[in-house]
């Protein structure tokens, strides 16, 4: 995903002409770019005069709009202005064309010299032309392409060198005077001091798409916090490649064996997952679960490997200051990871031989992945600061009034979605901090006051049964049962909740684990925890439903009803979204209101039975991939699916009831006229 920022503040607005036009904006970016606009409030003023007033969709044409609060200057223009001026007017060079830029750049080896080219054809796709000073009836560039952005620009991968041809970076963060219009970076981490807790559910967090942006803006957010966006997060997923053979390291045969450079492409072999130990230094992890260190068993000690099973030896990565995507591997024996061949990545480099094309121990980093779960947050702020994160998102993000709404609206339970380590509460395992089990109870005191039932979720299961940030794993992969000890550890979670409030009126239902996935849970290993788990629930209660998560993958959605039927009081949860599939990618709003009332009601007949486990749609939200959809189309849609997943036995949830992504809201929906109970 591409994405267009652009940061507009006090009237700089008047820049752009006409930001609902886009004149010179090619179907080409249209189609794989998104396109952000920061605005605050004075400026929107501004531009509602004129006219531009964003739409339902918090957009003004192609631009979604994001508005900035509580800023820290009053005029971002001015900063570092000297006392008693009124402007500040920063020094140019005399290159006037970007063509000149750009080659500019590549000779002083300023950033990767691929991802300079990428841009620029963005660029030149977007109508810009090379000025030919023989033809005076041609205009300038920058006035007859004045799309192409000069105070706007494209973010890859989200890393501070966002404009690679303008001076925007060095002056506003190298000299900390924003001259120009704000980069993205700059504002970024500005408006993260201001607003530290501002962010949205761990479970839904993904970098690389507009929403997150948007938990940091909002101050009324009070969420998880985020972190930078910078190397330093269990779970990311790294890209090296060498810059002297032009290939990427690669753990030969997926781990087990040496670590080569010699791809000329990346995926699972050739991407290393962190285990974050501080800022700069991590554990590597290869695709068959080893770890990447060096041959002091038959080897010299400076070969690199991948054989241990266990975490052991730990790396540095050193990245050059003026390009981040350049880097070093610092080894434990002290020196820096060098291609010597294709074949042999040794770590003997003194690693001074600067950071050009012809030192064999510098790297082009890529970020192909990112994880923001639980552990993410907790290990990554430490075991001092994240105590106070938690328990600020605790005690902020769903309080008394929420279950108040929940209650007037004729909503008569919630889901509660946990991790396994709240049963360790309050001195949980490492990383994670006391005080979930808190948020539970009170949730149950105001579920009781309300009149509402709770259904307990095991959302994380330990080693994660999904791989998916909202089960919490450390590095993406998934190891929940695998073992019967791990599978014994999950059932004492599910002994410690039913224990705990089997006599609290409004438990309802427990549900023993989220979305398992298949092939990596297997059908014996959900079979064996299911049973277990089903017995220790009536161990404590011969009244509270027991939940059966449905298989994620190509499995039978029925295959769990040999076990379920011969249950009591047993219930089978299935999700369903208009999402996260390409089947979805181009349906039209009528065609997605078609598939709920034909296909999704064909899967859940499928699973209702007369006989059988009472059906559930644990999961569903009116969001999909539809492009300008109005309020009208969003109403329909959720109303169709209202209609369908009101046949479940069970009952339904939504996806989820506070979320600064509107439609994933179930509050904001109900409180906009969008959903209708």
């Given at each position: 995903m591409i994405t267009a920022f652009i940061s507009l503040f006090l009237d700089s607005i008047l820049c752009l002409v006409n930001i609902s036009s886009l004149l010179q904006i090619s179907e080409y970016s249209k189609k794989n770019v998104c396109f952000i606009m920061f605005l605050d409030e004075q400026t929107l003023l501004k531009l509602s005069t004129k006219g531009n007033v964003p739409d339902e969709r918090v957009c003004i044409g192609l631009w979604r709009i994001v508005i900035v609060r509580n800023l820290p200057y009053k005029d971002m223009r001015k900063t570092r202005k000297r006392t008693g001026s009124e402007y500040v007017i920063s020094n140019h060079y005399t290159r006037h064309c970007v063509w000149e830029e750009v080659h500019q750049n590549k000779r002083l080896n300023k950033y990767n010299h691929m991802a300079i080219d990428e841009q620029f054809n963005f660029y030149q796709s977007d109508g810009l032309t090379k000025f030919d000073p023989s033809d005076l009836n041609t205009p300038l560039p920058s006035y007859a392409c004045r799309y192409v952005p000069e105070g706007s620009f494209i973010v890859r991968a989200h890393t501070p060198m966002s404009n690679l041809f303008s001076c925007l970076w060095f002056n506003e963060v190298n000299r900390f005077t924003s001259c120009d219009q704000l980069s993205f970076a700059y504002t970024f981490l500005k408006l993260k001091r201001l607003n530290?807790?501002?962010?949205?559910?761990?479970?839904?967090?993904?970098?690389?798409?507009?929403?997150?942006?948007?938990?940091?803006?909002?101050?009324?957010?009070?969420?998880?916090?985020?972190?930078?966006f910078e190397v330093s997060k269990d779970g990311t997923e790294l890209q090296f490649k060498s810059v002297t053979v032009g290939k990427y390291l690669c753990a030969e045969q997926g781990g087990g064996t040496i670590i080569v450079a010699n791809r000329t492409s990346a995926s699972g072999w050739e991407t290393f997952k962190l285990w974050r130990i501080n800022e700069t230094t991590f554990q590597f992890r290869v695709f068959n679960k080893q770890f990447m260190g060096l041959n002091h068993a038959t080897g010299n000690g400076i070969d690199v490997v991948a054989v241990a099973s266990t975490s052991s030896e730990t790396f540095q990565i050193v990245r050059n200051?003026?390009?981040?995507?350049?880097?070093?591997?610092?080894?434990?024996?002290?020196?820096?990871?060098?291609?010597?061949?294709?074949?042999?990545?040794?770590?003997?480099?003194k690693g001074d031989g600067g950071w050009g094309d012809s030192d064999p121990s510098v790297f082009i980093m890529t970020i192909s992945g990112r994880l923001q779960g639980e552990f993410q947050v907790t290990n990554g702020y430490g075991p001092l600061k994240a105590p106070q994160v938690m328990r600020e998102h605790w005690s902020t993000f769903i309080v008394e009034e929420d279950f108040k709404f929940i209650s007037k609206n004729g909503i008569?339970?919630?889901?509660?979605?946990?991790?396994?380590?709240?049963?360790?509460?309050?001195?949980?395992?490492?990383?994670?901090?006391?005080?979930?089990?808190?948020?539970?109870?009170?949730?149950?005191?105001?579920?009781?006051?309300?009149?509402?039932?709770?259904?307990?979720d095991l959302h994380a299961a330990p080693g994660s049964q999904n791989g998916f940030e909202h089960s919490s794993p450390k590095d993406g992969f998934q190891e929940w049962g695998l073992s019967n000890q791990n599978i014994q550890q999950t059932v004492n979670v599910i002994d410690f909740l039913t224990a705990r409030y089997t006599n609290n009126p409004s438990l309802y239902a427990v549900e023993l684990i989220n979305e398992p996935l298949a092939p990596g849970a297997s059908l014996d290993s959900i079979i064996k925890y299911y049973k277990a788990g089903y017995e220790t629930v009536r161990k404590h209660s011969k009244t509270a439903y027991v939940v059966m998560s449905n298989r994620l993958g190509q499995v039978d959605p029925k295959e769990l009803f040999p076990l379920a039927s011969g249950l009591e009081r047993t219930v089978i949860d299935v999700h369903y979204y208009n999402l996260f599939s390409d089947v979805f990618k181009d349906m039209t709003v009528q065609q997605n209101i078609n598939f709920i009332n034909t296909n999704r009601a064909a899967d859940l007949n499928r699973v209702t039975t007369s006989n059988g486990p009472l059906t559930f749609v644990g999961e569903w939200a009116a969001e999909w991939r539809v492009n300008g959809a109005t309020k009208e189309d969003y109403r329909k849609f959720a109303e169709a699916q209202l209609q369908v997943y009101g046949r479940a036995t069970f009952g339904w949830a939504y996806w989820t009831l506070k979320n600064v992504n509107k439609h994933w809201s179930l509050q904001w929906m109900i409180q906009n006229g969008y959903i209708k109970l």
């Amino acid at each position: 995903m591409i994405t267009a920022f652009i940061s507009l503040f006090l009237d700089s607005i008047l820049c752009l002409v006409n930001i609902s036009s886009l004149l010179q904006i090619s179907e080409y970016s249209k189609k794989n770019v998104c396109f952000i606009m920061f605005l605050d409030e004075q400026t929107l003023l501004k531009l509602s005069t004129k006219g531009n007033v964003p739409d339902e969709r918090v957009c003004i044409g192609l631009w979604r709009i994001v508005i900035v609060r509580n800023l820290p200057y009053k005029d971002m223009r001015k900063t570092r202005k000297r006392t008693g001026s009124e402007y500040v007017i920063s020094n140019h060079y005399t290159r006037h064309c970007v063509w000149e830029e750009v080659h500019q750049n590549k000779r002083l080896n300023k950033y990767n010299h691929m991802a300079i080219d990428e841009q620029f054809n963005f660029y030149q796709s977007d109508g810009l032309t090379k000025f030919d000073p023989s033809d005076l009836n041609t205009p300038l560039p920058s006035y007859a392409c004045r799309y192409v952005p000069e105070g706007s620009f494209i973010v890859r991968a989200h890393t501070p060198m966002s404009n690679l041809f303008s001076c925007l970076w060095f002056n506003e963060v190298n000299r900390f005077t924003s001259c120009d219009q704000l980069s993205f970076a700059y504002t970024f981490l500005k408006l993260k001091r201001l607003n530290p807790i501002a962010s949205e559910d761990i479970d839904s967090l993904t970098f690389g798409a507009p929403r997150f942006l948007r938990h940091l803006m909002d101050p009324s957010s009070k969420k998880v916090p985020v972190m930078e966006f910078e190397v330093s997060k269990d779970g990311t997923e790294l890209q090296f490649k060498s810059v002297t053979v032009g290939k990427y390291l690669c753990a030969e045969q997926g781990g087990g064996t040496i670590i080569v450079a010699n791809r000329t492409s990346a995926s699972g072999w050739e991407t290393f997952k962190l285990w974050r130990i501080n800022e700069t230094t991590f554990q590597f992890r290869v695709f068959n679960k080893q770890f990447m260190g060096l041959n002091h068993a038959t080897g010299n000690g400076i070969d690199v490997v991948a054989v241990a099973s266990t975490s052991s030896e730990t790396f540095q990565i050193v990245r050059n200051s003026g390009d981040l995507s350049r880097v070093r591997i610092k080894a434990p024996n002290g020196f820096f990871l060098q291609v010597k061949t294709k074949e042999l990545v040794t770590a003997d480099s003194k690693g001074d031989g600067g950071w050009g094309d012809s030192d064999p121990s510098v790297f082009i980093m890529t970020i192909s992945g990112r994880l923001q779960g639980e552990f993410q947050v907790t290990n990554g702020y430490g075991p001092l600061k994240a105590p106070q994160v938690m328990r600020e998102h605790w005690s902020t993000f769903i309080v008394e009034e929420d279950f108040k709404f929940i209650s007037k609206n004729g909503i008569n339970a919630v889901r509660i979605p946990v991790g396994w380590w709240i049963a360790s509460d309050p001195k949980p395992p490492h990383p994670y901090v006391g005080g979930s089990l808190q948020a539970l109870d009170n949730a149950f005191l105001w579920s009781r006051k309300y009149d509402i039932k709770v259904i307990i979720d095991l959302h994380a299961a330990p080693g994660s049964q999904n791989g998916f940030e909202h089960s919490s794993p450390k590095d993406g992969f998934q190891e929940w049962g695998l073992s019967n000890q791990n599978i014994q550890q999950t059932v004492n979670v599910i002994d410690f909740l039913t224990a705990r409030y089997t006599n609290n009126p409004s438990l309802y239902a427990v549900e023993l684990i989220n979305e398992p996935l298949a092939p990596g849970a297997s059908l014996d290993s959900i079979i064996k925890y299911y049973k277990a788990g089903y017995e220790t629930v009536r161990k404590h209660s011969k009244t509270a439903y027991v939940v059966m998560s449905n298989r994620l993958g190509q499995v039978d959605p029925k295959e769990l009803f040999p076990l379920a039927s011969g249950l009591e009081r047993t219930v089978i949860d299935v999700h369903y979204y208009n999402l996260f599939s390409d089947v979805f990618k181009d349906m039209t709003v009528q065609q997605n209101i078609n598939f709920i009332n034909t296909n999704r009601a064909a899967d859940l007949n499928r699973v209702t039975t007369s006989n059988g486990p009472l059906t559930f749609v644990g999961e569903w939200a009116a969001e999909w991939r539809v492009n300008g959809a109005t309020k009208e189309d969003y109403r329909k849609f959720a109303e169709a699916q209202l209609q369908v997943y009101g046949r479940a036995t069970f009952g339904w949830a939504y996806w989820t009831l506070k979320n600064v992504n509107k439609h994933w809201s179930l509050q904001w929906m109900i409180q906009n006229g969008y959903i209708k109970l």
